[in-house]
Each structure stands twice: as structure tokens, then as C-alpha cells.
């Protein structure tokens, strides 16, 4: 008998997204699949779009809540799963009509607990091949753990789970972060496994048009958020007995990754908060105790990020702002470059 995998898809305010995600999933050439929906309170078009497909396909489930975030979307999914197998998907993304086929014959027959693959970059500069891991057969738990956090791998999608690992493990999706908590799942996950497996084809498809910046009257609420997401990472790769000196790096390095984003995100948007806010919110960000505790450890290989860590650990705070524009500047025209290629 053919196993089953459950696919797991929170919804919210997805209107005009949802039909092109769920007719890639209902086009899967493995057809024993549940499709596991969650409406978060989509306030548009979501639910009326959702109910014209479950009358079309009875492999559907539909579970509506009041808005709580996608993270309890999700722990709702996990917990009426049925599938030997999980798969999570975005509502804003879609999936190559192979893509389950692929994961699982390849789970399977590698007797792996993790499969991994490719995913396309679709953004407003065109579409690219990516891959966030660079591995073949064997790869230990710790160097899996720490690819995952040093690269951009810990997205829950493109990727396959064994749903009696996260049963047995009591795993769940962290409601009390509300960024980054599929990174922190995928690494609970994987400390749980034993065999991991990538595979070079890019199925899943990352619709990054939707994508909206980080709102400079939050940032300082997602910088406290992230500094809870990094102690979960803390603990996980203590439980894992990781080095402390390799903790200390890849906790310096997302810190400082954070730390730079968000002030570039006030430079970004200055004209509407003006340059009060501007640099409030960057000495606020710069003041954080546990930022402080990691802020001598930055660095960077590329002269134009060492002169930008240079000033922000001086505490130029008008100088990282003028800085931080023009690096913004520069990204584009790199990514407009990028697009055309």
C-alpha cells in the first residue's frame, strides 16, 4: 500500500495566491496525499476560493481559526495529519507536479528522516535556481544542524518529514515566536534524526513577489522576537553537545545579520518615519543587552560590510544610517544586474 503524505498549508489574506498553490498540489503525480488547509482569519476572498477546491477535490481537510499566526496554523495541521509522511507549503507558493513523488521516492529509498531539495527564486529580478545545501550521501547531525543555520535552509518548505519522528518527539511549531519559528522547528527536527538527503532538483517554486518589508514600527519587537528565536537555537545545539565556540559563531552571525537588516530597514524608510525615528529606532536596536553581548564578535570578509560593522560598533548612528542607504542603493543595482543576466 501506497504511504500517505499529509500537506500542510496555513492561509491568510491569500486571495490572490491560494488557486495557483492548491492546483499544484491537486496536479501531484503521487495522488495519495491529504491536503491539510488552515484559514488563520483571512479577512478577503481566501475562504470562498478554498471551499470552490474542496468541492472539487475531497482530499482536502478545512480547519478555520480566529487570526492567531501561522504557527498555530501549522500545529493544527500537524495535529490531525494522518500521512506516514509531512510536507508543509506556503499559500503564496506552488510546487512542480513531481514535486511529492520526487521527496518521497527518495525518502524511501534512501532510508533517510530528512529530504531536501532546490527551490526557484522567483522575485521581481526574474527566476533562479538555489539550493541552500551543498551535500550528497552522509552528513552528520551537528554539520546539518549548522548548515541550516548558517545559510537560509531552515524554511519548513522544500522539504519532506517523517510525521512519526514529530509525534514521538512531541515536536511542534513554537507559537510564541512569531519569525523565524520553522527555523527553530527544522532544527528540533533534526536532532531527532539520523539520515539526512538532498537532492539537486528545484520543484518547490518561492514566490517572493508577495514578500513585504519588515515595518520600522515593529523592528525593535522583531529584534527582541529573534533574540528568543537565537536561545532556542542555544538550547537546541546544547542538547546536540555542539561546541561552545562554534554556538558562540553562528549565534554571532545571525545576530549580526539581524542587526544590520533592520538598520538598513530604517534607512530604507526614512522619508516616511523621517530621520528622528531613523535614528531612535537604531540606537534602541544598538542598546539591546543581549545585541551588546555579541556586537564585538562581527565581521565580514567583504570591505564594504567591514567599514558598516566598523561604524555601527563605534556608534555612528547618523554615519550607519548615510551608510546603510547607500549599501540599500547598491543591492538594487546589484539585483537589477542579477535579473537580467
Same mark, same amino acid.
Not at 480547519?63 to 499559500?91: C, H, M, W
Not at 523565524?180 to 518547490?204: G, P, T, W
Not at 567591514?306 to 561604524?311: A, G, P, R, S
Given at each position: 500500500?501506497?504511504a500517505?503524505?499529509?500537506?500542510?498549508?496555513?492561509?491568510?489574506?491569500?486571495?490572490?495566491?491560494?488557486?495557483?498553490?492548491?492546483?499544484?498540489?491537486?496536479?501531484?503525480?503521487?495522488?495519495?496525499?491529504?491536503?491539510?488547509?488552515i484559514?488563520?482569519?483571512?479577512?478577503?476572498?481566501?475562504?470562498?476560493?478554498?471551499?470552490?477546491y474542496?468541492?472539487i477535490?475531497?482530499r482536502i481537510t478545512?480547519?478555520?481559526?480566529?487570526?492567531?499566526?501561522?504557527s498555530?496554523?501549522?500545529?493544527k495541521?500537524?495535529?490531525?495529519a494522518t500521512?506516514?509522511?509531512?510536507?508543509? &507549503?506556503?499559500?503564496d507558493?506552488?510546487?512542480?507536479?513531481?514535486?511529492?513523488?520526487?521527496?518521497?521516492n527518495?525518502?524511501i529509498n534512501?532510508?533517510?528522516d530528512l529530504?531536501?531539495c532546490?527551490?526557484?527564486?522567483?522575485?521581481?529580478?526574474?527566476?533562479l535556481?538555489?539550493?541552500?545545501?551543498?551535500?550528497?550521501?552522509?552528513?552528520?547531525?551537528?554539520s546539518?544542524?549548522?548548515?541550516?543555520?548558517?545559510?537560509?535552509?531552515?524554511? #519548513?518548505?522544500?522539504?519532506?518529514?517523517?510525521?512519526?519522528i514529530?509525534?514521538?518527539?512531541?515536536?511542534?511549531?513554537?507559537?510564541?515566536? =512569531?519569525?523565524?519559528?520553522d &527555523?527553530? =522547528?527544522v &532544527?528540533?527536527?533534526?536532532?531527532?534524526?539520523?539520515?539526512?538527503?538532498?537532492?539537486?532538483?528545484?520543484l518547490?517554486?518561492y514566490?517572493?513577489l508577495?514578500?513585504?518589508?519588515?515595518?520600522?514600527?515593529?523592528?525593535?519587537?522583531?529584534?527582541?522576537?529573534?533574540?528568543?528565536?537565537?536561545?532556542?537555537?542555544?538550547?537546541? =545545539?546544547?542538547?546536540?553537545?555542539?561546541d561552545e565556540?562554534?554556538?558562540?559563531?553562528?549565534?554571532?552571525?545571525?545576530?549580526?545579520?539581524?542587526?544590520?537588516?533592520?538598520?538598513?530597514?530604517?534607512c530604507?524608510?526614512?522619508?516616511?518615519?523621517?530621520?528622528?525615528?531613523?535614528? #531612535?529606532?537604531?540606537?534602541?536596536i544598538?542598546?539591546?543587552?543581549?545585541?551588546?553581548?555579541?556586537?564585538?564578535?562581527?565581521?565580514?570578509?567583504?570591505?564594504?560590510?567591514?567599514?558598516?560593522?566598523?561604524?555601527?560598533?563605534?556608534r555612528?548612528?547618523? #554615519?550607519?544610517?548615510?551608510?546603510?542607504?547607500?549599501?540599500?542603493?547598491?543591492r538594487?543595482i546589484?539585483?537589477? &544586474?542579477?535579473?537580467?543576466?
Amino acid at each position: 500500500m501506497e504511504a500517505k503524505v499529509s500537506i500542510i498549508v496555513p492561509v491568510y489574506n491569500s486571495e490572490k495566491f491560494i488557486s495557483k498553490c492548491l492546483e499544484s498540489i491537486i496536479r501531484q503525480t503521487y495522488r495519495n496525499i491529504e491536503i491539510l488547509i488552515i484559514n488563520d482569519g483571512s479577512s478577503d476572498e481566501s475562504e470562498t476560493i478554498i471551499n470552490v477546491y474542496r468541492e472539487i477535490d475531497n482530499r482536502i481537510t478545512y480547519y478555520y481559526q480566529n487570526n492567531s499566526g501561522p504557527s498555530k496554523a501549522r500545529n493544527k495541521g500537524i495535529l490531525n495529519a494522518t500521512g506516514e509522511y509531512v510536507i508543509f &507549503l506556503d499559500s503564496d507558493d506552488t510546487v512542480d507536479e513531481n514535486y511529492v513523488m520526487y521527496l518521497l521516492n527518495e525518502m524511501i529509498n534512501s532510508n533517510s528522516d530528512l529530504v531536501c531539495c532546490g527551490y526557484k527564486d522567483i522575485s521581481k529580478y526574474g527566476v533562479l535556481n538555489c539550493s541552500d545545501f551543498n551535500f550528497e550521501s552522509s552528513i552528520s547531525v551537528n554539520s546539518f544542524m549548522e548548515m541550516v543555520c548558517k545559510g537560509t535552509g531552515g524554511v #519548513l518548505w522544500g522539504k519532506i518529514y517523517k510525521r512519526e519522528i514529530i509525534s514521538k518527539s512531541n515536536l511542534k511549531m513554537d507559537e510564541e515566536i =512569531f519569525m523565524c519559528e520553522d &527555523l527553530v =522547528f527544522v &532544527l528540533q527536527y533534526a536532532s531527532h534524526c539520523k539520515r539526512f538527503k538532498y537532492i539537486e532538483v528545484y520543484l518547490y517554486n518561492y514566490n517572493r513577489l508577495n514578500q513585504y518589508s519588515i515595518s520600522t514600527n515593529i523592528s525593535i519587537h522583531y529584534m527582541q522576537n529573534y533574540i528568543l528565536v537565537c536561545k532556542r537555537i542555544e538550547e537546541i =545545539f546544547k542538547s546536540v553537545e555542539l561546541d561552545e565556540n562554534q554556538i558562540h559563531e553562528i549565534i554571532t552571525r545571525r545576530i549580526q545579520d539581524n542587526v544590520l537588516n533592520l538598520i538598513e530597514q530604517q534607512c530604507i524608510n526614512i522619508k516616511s518615519i523621517g530621520i528622528k525615528a531613523s535614528i #531612535l529606532n537604531t540606537k534602541k536596536i544598538l542598546s539591546i543587552k543581549y545585541v551588546r553581548k555579541y556586537i564585538n564578535s562581527f565581521s565580514s570578509e567583504t570591505k564594504v560590510y567591514q567599514l558598516y560593522i566598523y561604524i555601527i560598533r563605534s556608534r555612528f548612528i547618523m #554615519l550607519s544610517i548615510i551608510y546603510g542607504i547607500y549599501l540599500n542603493k547598491l543591492r538594487n543595482i546589484k539585483g537589477k &544586474l542579477r535579473g537580467g543576466r
